[in-house]
């Protein structure tokens, strides 16, 4: 019941105008953020190698994991070809601890950045998550998506591979 009122309740807001994501056709914000390693990644020098999967999401998110698995068999399958993936965790100061150990307990070897005054999933108008973006190497946004459904991880299969042919 939460879910399905959480659900109309960003259709509602992304109708009337107040809450608009950045979605296919826009040119990705550009931003800089420091991983769990301690680097800074910039996504304009990460998307000029090949195409982007940038996602966000958090240790509380129920559907994060299923998706971020995904996630990983896209990096081992085409990193060689140009692929990264970057996890933007939203986490805050509270929880931001907890990341290192869930990714490391997942197994997941992508980067991942912490966004812990969510600046960055602001620039991104980010609601809900999980929610993730396919960007290309001239740094525009192909696909958009929100939350995650068995089967999602198909279509963004297919739009990576549709960059990974054109590079």
Same mark, same amino acid.
């Given at each position: 019941m939460r879910v399905a009122t959480l659900t109309l309740l960003c259709g509602l807001l992304v109708a009337a105008g107040i809450w608009a994501s950045a979605e296919a056709g826009d040119q990705a914000p550009d931003f800089t953020l420091r991983d769990i390693k301690k680097k800074n990644v910039r996504l304009s020098e990460v998307y000029k190698e090949g195409p982007v999967l940038l996602? %966000? *999401?958090?240790? *509380?998110?129920?559907?994060?994991?299923?998706?971020?698995?995904? %996630?990983?068999? %896209?990096?081992d399958e085409y990193k060689e070809q140009g692929l990264t993936v970057l996890a933007v965790s939203i986490d805050n100061s509270k929880t931001v601890s907890k990341v290192r150990p869930w990714i490391q307990a997942r197994r997941l070897d992508y980067p991942v950045l912490y966004d812990t005054d969510n600046k960055v999933k602001r620039i991104y108008h980010v609601g809900p998550v999980p929610h993730s973006f396919v960007i290309d190497q001239k740094g525009q946004i192909v696909y958009s998506h929100v939350g995650y459904r068995p089967g999602d991880e198909k279509t963004y299969e297919k739009e990576i591979l549709k960059l990974l042919k054109n590079k």
């Open positions: 996602t %966000f *999401w958090s240790t *509380w998110c129920k559907n994060c994991p299923d998706e971020m698995k995904h %996630f990983q068999r %896209f990096y």
